[in-house]
């Protein structure tokens, strides 16, 4: 294994643990590679609302954000998830909960409790009635 792939995969683990722990979900681990295909770095986050979140890990020196979440869309849409976030690398910082995340706006709206429309998932449809507290 490279070192370039050893840190990304690095980072993959520590995140997936992270959340994992965080969320007191053991479903949440690092996905097995897909190739061409592929799903995102880790699987099994939920919004609110329990519906699929493609999470892709990132860990370079050089932020390539716009690259990253074209990247991440594209992993949704495999994943047929309703969202999509990069977690990427945060120089100086060790600790996995220090990491920095991007994503739309529309996929934060998502996280937050909006429902994604069936026929068109880049579309929000409404802000969902039912909540967890």
């Known amino acids: 294994m490279t070192a370039n ?5 690095r980072l993959e683990r520590q995140a997936a643990d992270y959340l994992a722990d965080v969320l ?23 919004t609110v609302l329990g519906e699929k979140v493609t999470v892709e ?16 869309e594209t992993e949704r849409g495999n994943a047929d998830a309703h969202a999509a976030v990069v977690v990427h690398k945060r120089r100086g910082k060790g600790d996995p909960a220090d990491q920095y995340v991007t994503m739309t706006l529309r996929d934060l709206a998502v996280l937050l409790g909006a429902q ?3 026929n068109r998932p880049d579309a929000i449809n409404t802000v969902a009635e039912t909540r967890l507290t």
Not at 57 to 72: I, S
């Open 24 to 46: 007191n979900d053991d479903r949440i681990d690092r996905m097995p590679l897909h190739g061409k295909g592929d799903r995102g770095d880790i699987a099994g986050v939920r």
């Open 116 to 118: 994604t429309n069936p």
């Open 57 to 72: 890990c990132k860990n370079h020196n050089r932020l390539e954000l716009a690259q990253w979440v074209k990247e991440a």
């Open 5 to 9: 792939k050893a840190k990304g995969t």
